[in-house]
């Protein structure tokens, strides 16, 4: 008797630990991904920086991100700041421009500018 005690309190103990490393591999699994994006606002002038650098190096056809305004938007507004929270940025310091990429958020033009170089190996492209 004592020996089916003993199977029935392993059979429980192991029970416990699978449905435990279940639900933690589920909730890592159903964690919602944040598509890599671009915020920026219509009139900033570092978002215009980005913008042109964008453009003259065709980095959109290069690496893929969405673009959206915060100014004027919002929805798109709120979202940032949500990622900003996601990336412990200080919310009083948060601006334009700010993207979101791999998981990882960079801020201002210079951190950008450099991103999108050291991804696509550009050292020799000028700003």
Same mark, same amino acid.
């Given at each position: &008797? @004592?020996?089916?005690k003993?199977? #029935?309190?392993?059979?429980f103990?192991i +029970?416990?630990i699978? #449905?435990? +490393?279940?639900?933690?591999t589920? +909730?890592?699994?159903?964690?919602?991904? #944040? @598509?890599?994006?671009?915020?920026?606002?219509?009139?900033?002038?570092?978002c215009?920086? /980005?913008?042109?650098?964008?453009?003259?190096?065709n980095i +959109?056809?290069k690496i893929?991100?969405?673009?959206k @305004?915060?100014?004027? !938007?919002? !929805?798109n507004?709120? @979202?940032? #700041?949500k /990622?900003?929270?996601? %990336?412990?940025?200080d919310?009083?310091?948060?601006?334009?421009?700010?993207?979101?990429?791999?998981?990882n %958020?960079y =801020?201002g $033009?210079i951190?950008?500018? $450099?991103?999108?170089?050291?991804?696509?190996n &550009? =050292?020799?492209i /000028?700003?």
């Open positions: &008797m @004592e020996k089916a003993k199977v #029935i309190i392993m059979f103990l +029970s416990f699978v #449905i435990a +490393s279940l639900q933690a589920y +909730s890592i699994l159903k964690k919602p991904q #944040i @598509e890599d994006v671009l915020y920026y606002g219509y009139n900033c002038p570092h215009k920086i /980005v913008d042109e650098f964008i453009e003259k190096n +959109s056809q893929f991100f969405n673009h @305004e915060v100014l004027a !938007n919002k !929805n507004a709120a @979202e940032m #700041i /990622v900003a929270k996601i %990336c412990k940025l919310l009083n310091n948060l601006g334009v421009p700010m993207l979101y990429y791999r998981n %958020c =801020t $033009d951190d950008i500018i $450099d991103l999108f170089k050291k991804e696509l &550009m =050292t020799q /000028v700003n």
